[in-house]
């Protein structure tokens, strides 16, 4: 893609954030099914010992995990939740319980009180986006929280982008901090993005 990268992500961003918000709730949660179900079937979730999963939140336009995150508890994996840090480009993740925060962006996050995992910790990162490539690239929210984040993960940690697949696109600007993913979970499939 030629010209000014952020100028492009912001239009790429634009145009993809459009198309998720165009969804109804009901296409979001029929289709968010299906992605669940592609992630809980991942060998990944049952061939190595995870100790833990970093999830998200999901807001009404986005991928939900509520189904996903309720299997992996069942299977004894435990699973955290980003908050921001306030004057910093950084994650951290916590464990909720009845009690959730209202983050800086007006997100639910976990309160600071709740025990927290470190990011070395944590076996496997489900990574929201805007948009995603098929070969691993992801277009976030424009913050950089989440490429700041995943580049203190544990180099055998995972990162599994979720979109729909109208998010789905050919190609992506990307700068040197651009964090990639490993596999991209969809309503149609799991994409392996990578070879570790």
Same mark, same amino acid.
């Given at each position: 893609m030629a010209g000014n990268v952020s100028s492009d992500k912001a239009a790429l961003r634009k145009e993809a954030e459009n198309r998720r918000r165009a969804l109804s709730p009901e296409v979001v949660q029929r289709w968010g099914g299906e992605v669940q179900k592609h992630l809980a079937a991942l060998p990944l979730f049952s061939d190595r010992i995870i100790r833990a999963v970093g999830v998200y939140d999901a807001q009404p336009f986005e991928v939900p995990l509520a189904e996903f995150i309720v299997e992996l508890s069942s299977r004894g994996v435990q699973c955290v939740y980003p908050r921001v840090v306030k004057g910093t480009r950084e994650l951290v993740f916590h464990e909720v319980g009845e009690t959730w925060a209202r983050g800086p962006f007006g997100i639910r996050e976990p309160p600071s009180q709740s025990p927290r995992r470190a990011i070395d910790e944590i076996d496997v990162f489900i990574v929201p986006g805007v948009a995603f490539t098929r070969d +691993? !690239? !992801?277009?976030? !929210? +424009? *913050?950089?929280?989440? #490429?700041?984040? %995943? *580049? %203190?993960? #544990? !180099?055998r940690a995972q990162t599994i982008g979720v979109a729909f697949d109208c998010n789905v696109v050919d190609d992506l600007p990307t700068e040197p901090h651009d964090v990639t993913i490993d596999f991209l979970a969809t309503e149609n499939g799991v994409i392996v993005t990578s070879v570790r």
């Open positions: +691993g !690239r !992801r277009l976030g !929210r +424009g *913050a950089g929280y989440y #490429d700041s984040t %995943l *580049a %203190l993960r #544990d !180099r």
